[in-house]
């Protein structure tokens, strides 16, 4: 129960991305980034200085200024530490009691700190759309994509896409700011959104896409 030691491994290439079946393509008036559980309890389960962690890292702080310099919302999940087990639910049951309410575990590490104007919600579920109200606050903005970015790519970013796609918003997965358990893991994750809900994309090609 609980995260596994995660071994380095290369992420994936641009050559190596599966085609998707969506051909929509972002937009800087109509995306938002979503910057999905960078807590520092996660993020310990990998090799610190390595692919894939160090990075998808870097290449997470070149999307984040990116957007915050064209107006592009930012969005940050984060799960609270202490969770009572009738709010934690079935979570429980597979990874244990999770984080603690200390910011060794809470924080959100400090390369891709949340300034002034990005937006922090409270993640409790595997999908960052469950009882929060990233729905509503795009909306509000005049946004139907999000691009996808952090970990677990296998877990709560293929959840959160697949509930993208069902709420009609155009899904992007960034391949190489996306990390996970194992490369077969990521790999999984980058065909199931290809093939059913949203579009694998790496840095590189998204800072062409919104210049």
């Known amino acids: 129960m609980g995260l596994p030691k995660i071994a380095a ?5 641009a050559d190596e991305l599966p085609v998707a ?12 980034l979503l910057v999905h559980d960078m807590q520092r309890y996660f993020l310990a389960a990998f090799a610190q200085d390595e692919a ?24 940050y999940t984060a799960q609270r530490g202490n969770q009572d087990r009738r709010d934690r639910g079935l979570q429980a049951d597979l990874w244990g009691p999770g984080m603690q309410s200390i910011p060794e575990h809470e924080s ?6 949340p300034a002034d104007g990005d937006h922090v919600l409270v993640k409790h579920r595997y999908s960052a759309f469950q009882r929060s109200n990233l729905d509503t606050m795009m909306r509000a ?27 009609d918003i ?8 996306l990390a996970d358990f194992s490369r077969a893991d ?5 065909h199931w959104i290809a093939r059913t809900c949203g579009v694998p994309l790496t840095t590189d090609r998204l800072l062409e896409l919104l210049p």
């Open 186 to 190: 990521h790999d999984l994750a980058l």
């Open 52 to 75: 894939p962690l160090s990075h998808a890292i870097a290449n997470l702080a070149r999307l984040i200024a990116h957007c915050r310099s064209r107006g592009i919302p930012v969005f």
């Open 170 to 177: 155009e899904t992007f997965v960034i391949a190489d700011a």
């Open 108 to 113: 959100i590490i400090e390369a891709l700190t």
């Open 141 to 167: 903005r005049g946004r139907d994509q999000l691009l996808i970015t952090g970990v677990y790519a296998h877990i709560g970013v293929l959840s959160t896409a697949t509930e993208a796609f069902q709420r």
């Open 21 to 32: 079946r969506g051909q929509w393509l972002p937009q800087t008036h109509r995306v938002a």
């Open 9 to 13: 491994y290369p992420l994936p290439r």
